[in-house]
């Protein structure tokens, strides 16, 4: 992600469609002037005939930055063949944030035998650095030429004896003066405890690794990707973004996005945040717009047909599941006391987890006459939330959940339920 002016925008992968396989689509290209509703200003860079960025090729981790100098948006990105054996770094390059991008081509940075995850970092004084997982020794810290369009030099390698070799999805910023790289474990598409290191200047010595997140928590089921400074008139937030993938259905891999708590040459995710307010203009945190939540705590609850609530790791919100919706006995849960002051039609959001790997489905009934069937996709070992529009009455309202028949499912059940939401 990357900001010009007033406008933010997001290059990423087209995983549209994809399950388990992960061939080169397109790069798209996103903008948004408030980090909320974006609009598609379409493919940043599209496969080419034959070659590195073929359509049966691999194309991982864009990320662009600007040349002020030659006024080119430069992106980096991984590129690979299938067996991952290719493992170069790939450049292209544009006049506009979106394009299209024209190819210039790929390379092995130098002290390295391959080149897989990266990352993309600006310094204020306009020099970049490119940060190369190099498989089995560590990773590479490379200062770029001035038309960022390849390496200068080489000036860290995380790794060694002494330090973590593993270091996949790195990503650089800069706060009060300190350098971080923010990176994870070497675990495919599965979860780990994400971890920092810091350093006064990119050629170190670099402290750590600590780890970022609250120890178990799997960087709140997130690997990082990026690091969004949002500079106002008061200050600056950093933000953390972490991909949420899902190995076994790509195409409903998804993000999280968290404030760091940044002091001196520390960084932290010290807690789940369901929502938070973010002021553009001053840079500042606000306080969060704030929700209605239902769980299998609140009074209204209800448990039925063989439903049955357990302890939940990965449940951020409430730290409880409710299971065994559907099946023989047609488990169900019933969310009541949901209060509206007159009829309307708002959008409920429930948290859920599915880790099969096709889509479960749902009938959610409102007040005991109104349903609808939703899909809910797999989401691995962590949870996604699906929106469902509902009609409430004035006055008391219910909302239930359980298993819905669909032809050609593999499942009796609906996903696991953490808790049902609306903004208020």
């Known amino acids: 992600m990357f900001q010009v002016g007033d406008t933010y925008y997001w ?15 397109n790069v798209k290209c996103y903008s948004s002037k408030n980090l909320q509703s974006w609009h598609f200003e379409g493919n940043a860079l599209s496969p080419q005939p034959t070659g590195d960025i073929a359509a049966s090729q691999v194309v991982e981790r864009p990320k662009v930055i ?40 790929s390379f092995m940075p130098p002290n390295s035998s391959s080149s897989r995850d990266m990352g993309l970092f600006k310094d204020d004084d306009g020099t970049a650095y490119l940060l190369s997982e190099d498989r089995g020794v560590g990773t590479h810290i ?6 960022y369009l390849s390496v200068d030099s080489l000036v860290y390698t995380i790794g060694g004896p002494n330090q973590w070799v593993a270091l996949e999805a790195p990503t650089m910023f800069k706060a009060n003066g300190y350098y971080f790289v923010i990176g994870s474990g070497l675990s495919g598409w599965g979860l780990n405890n994400n971890f920092y290191m810091a350093a006064s200047m990119p050629a170190g010595p670099w402290t750590g690794p600590t780890t970022l997140a609250p120890s178990g928590t799997n960087t709140f089921s997130s690997q990082s990707t990026y690091v969004l400074p949002i500079t106002g008139s008061s200050g600056t937030t950093y933000m953390y973004m972490g991909d949420r993938w899902n190995g076994n259905y790509l195409q409903n ?85 949901i209060n509206a002051q007159s009829p309307v039609t708002k959008v409920a959001y429930i948290s859920y987890i599915n880790n099969d790997v096709s889509p479960r489905y749902a009938t959610v009934t409102t007040n005991g006459n109104s349903s609808v ?11 996604g939330i699906v929106p469902v529009p ?13 298993a819905a028949t669909v032809s050609g499912q593999s499942s009796s059940y609906a996903p696991d339920v953490e808790e049902l939401f609306f903004d208020n």
């Open 11 to 25: 290059v990423g992968e087209d995983k549209t469609g994809e399950t388990t396989s992960g061939t080169f689509q």
């Open 66 to 105: 600007f040349n002020d100098t030659t006024k080119q948006y430069v992106m980096y990105m991984h590129v690979d063949n299938t067996s991952y054996s290719f493992a170069k770094v790939g450049v292209a390059t544009s006049t506009t944030p979106c394009g299209p991008y024209t190819y210039q081509g």
């Open 142 to 147: 490379y200062k770029l030429t001035s038309d």
């Open 253 to 337: 891999s998804s993000y999280v996005w968290l404030p760091l708590a940044v002091n001196g040459g520390t960084a932290r995710l010290p807690q789940w945040d369901n929502a938070f307010g973010m002021d553009l203009t001053t840079g500042l945190l606000q306080p969060a717009v704030s929700t209605l939540d239902y769980d299998v705590s609140s009074p209204g609850t209800s448990l039925s047909g063989g439903a049955s609530s357990y302890s939940c790791s990965q449940c951020f919100m409430s730290g409880s599941g409710i299971g065994y919706l559907g099946g023989p006995n047609n488990g169900t849960v019933t969310f009541g006391g």
């Open 373 to 383: 069937v939703v899909t809910f996709p797999p989401t691995g070992t962590y949870g």
């Open 390 to 402: 509902v009609s409430l009455v004035a006055g008391a309202n219910s909302v239930a959940i359980s």
